[in-house]
């Protein structure tokens, strides 16, 4: 027998949600649906065209194709299982190989399947991913049903009809009657001021820290940043989808978002001066007088001009020099470089858990081994659907040279490599290998 040595991490399962990159109402939902799941915040959301949305067409260059943008959203994101705002969006992203349709674990479905409730059945719980309603009754059991010395501000915004900055910045639950329990869920476990969206609950939720739906998705989660990544903040147009799925988005990139709606940004503007000014600061240990500064970054259906006088309305040229950078482009997360000489920031690392273990393999025919796996604290042991959760296996072999502990990744077809039991399919990709709780049984 051999013995490896292994990296052991949990994350939330990462869910990638296809859809048209124009069909606000399918934005919404999807927006939504995250929303009820654990880890929600960082699931990416993949726009599927033949021809881009006029306002990226300047970005997409004309190589590619609307699959070519598709896979490279999925090659950049690794999604673990897929849902489509319409069955059939995965074939036209080009990821037709990643469906199975006799599988015990399926991987992928429809968003209206996603939150149905199973036959016999009144309340619909998510299909993928570990449903927000442990995480809101460990909070409960664990915090909020005693008397706290320091209580944080909690709030639930109300939806806005004519826009959909409260599901973008705060989070909003599915509406159907299935899912009503999710919204009475979070009221028990925080009893949050009911508001209406304004500038001034911005203030409270993204200067004052309270808490709402969409951050309770990040509960126990630790994003890895690191001291270069400096604040950007997003200015977005939130009646347009193209805008609202690079805003959700961008949250997997490393760099904290500010997201800042464009109907209130001439108001929130003294608060953004504030901002501004005070992430241009010093680098820490650095004697070359190298600074921070924030990122200013309009959402690509802004015009130019538009943006050039929003910049003019924060009086910028009060602030100390260099204290704002200006974007007003997309970084292009779906074309791979593979220049190792020029620094890209890769996805977001999100860990709830690590731990090292050392792995026995067994060679009886097959080389073969098990792991303890990390399981949520919150989680319900009889919670229902698939891929509740995800933990990572980085394996180093140091010993026997026919173990292969780096193997090609198979974002975009999961026959090969043959890794679990059972006939399931585990995604190798930048993480190295990804199993699933139903993966993870001995």
């Known amino acids: ?98 469906r199975r349709e006799h599988t015990i674990h399926p991987s992928v479905m429809t968003l209206d399947a996603f939150l149905e409730p199973e036959r016999g059945r009144n309340s619909g719980e998510p299909r993928f991913g570990l449903r927000m309603l442990d995480v809101l009754r460990h909070i409960y059991k664990t915090e909020q049903q005693f008397v706290l010395r320091e209580t944080r501000d909690k709030v639930l915004v109300a939806p806005d009809r004519a826009n959909a900055s409260v599901e973008a910045m705060f989070g909003l639950y599915p509406t159907a009657s299935s899912t009503k329990y999710l919204r009475q869920a979070y009221i028990d476990a925080y009893r949050p001021d009911k508001v209406k969206p304004s500038p001034d609950i911005w203030r409270r939720v993204f200067l004052k820290g309270a808490q709402t739906p969409l951050s309770a998705t990040r509960y126990g989660l630790k994003p890895e940043r690191y ?39 001439e108001e929130l503007a003294d608060d953004i001066h ?102 949520p604290e919150f989680a319900d042991r009889h919670g229902g659907g698939d891929h509740r959760w995800v933990n990572v296996l980085k394996v180093s072999n140091f010993g026997r040279r026919d173990i292969a502990t780096v193997l090609p990744f198979n974002t975009f077809n999961r026959e090969w490599p043959r890794l679990g039991s059972g006939g399931e399919q585990i995604p190798v990709g930048i993480e190295r290998l990804g199993f699933s709780p139903a993966l993870q049984e001995p």
């Open 1 to 98: 027998m051999t013995e490896l040595s292994a990296e052991i991490s949990l994350r939330p399962t990462r869910i990638g949600f296809l859809t048209r990159p124009t069909d606000l109402s399918s934005v919404r939902a999807i927006m939504r649906a995250s929303t009820s799941v654990w880890g929600g915040e960082y699931n990416p959301i993949i726009p599927v065209f033949k021809r881009p949305p006029k306002e990226w067409t300047p970005e997409i260059y004309q190589r590619f194709k609307g699959a070519e943008v598709a896979k490279g959203y999925t090659r950049f994101f690794e999604p673990d299982v897929y849902v489509e705002a319409e069955r059939g969006l995965l074939e036209e992203a080009g990821l037709g190989a990643l």
């Open 227 to 265: 001291w270069h990544h400096d604040l950007l903040l997003y200015v977005f147009n939130s009646k347009h989808a193209t805008d609202l799925i690079d805003l959700w988005n961008l949250r997997l990139e490393p760099h904290p978002i500010l997201p800042i709606p464009l109907e209130w940004f």
């Open 274 to 375: 504030a901002i501004l000014k005070a992430q241009h600061r010093p680098v820490a240990g650095n004697p070359n007088g190298v600074m921070h500064n924030a990122t200013i970054e309009f959402g690509r259906s802004i015009p130019k001009n538009t943006a050039e006088a929003l910049i003019r309305v924060l009086k910028s040229d009060h602030l100390p020099p260099g204290a704002v950078a200006v974007k007003y482009w997309r970084n292009a997360i779906w074309v791979e470089h593979r220049d190792e000489y020029v620094h890209r920031d890769q996805r977001l690392k999100v860990t709830a858990a690590e731990k090292r273990a050392d792995l026995t393999i067994k060679d009886d025919g097959d080389l073969r081994t098990t792991f303890e796996p990390i399981t």
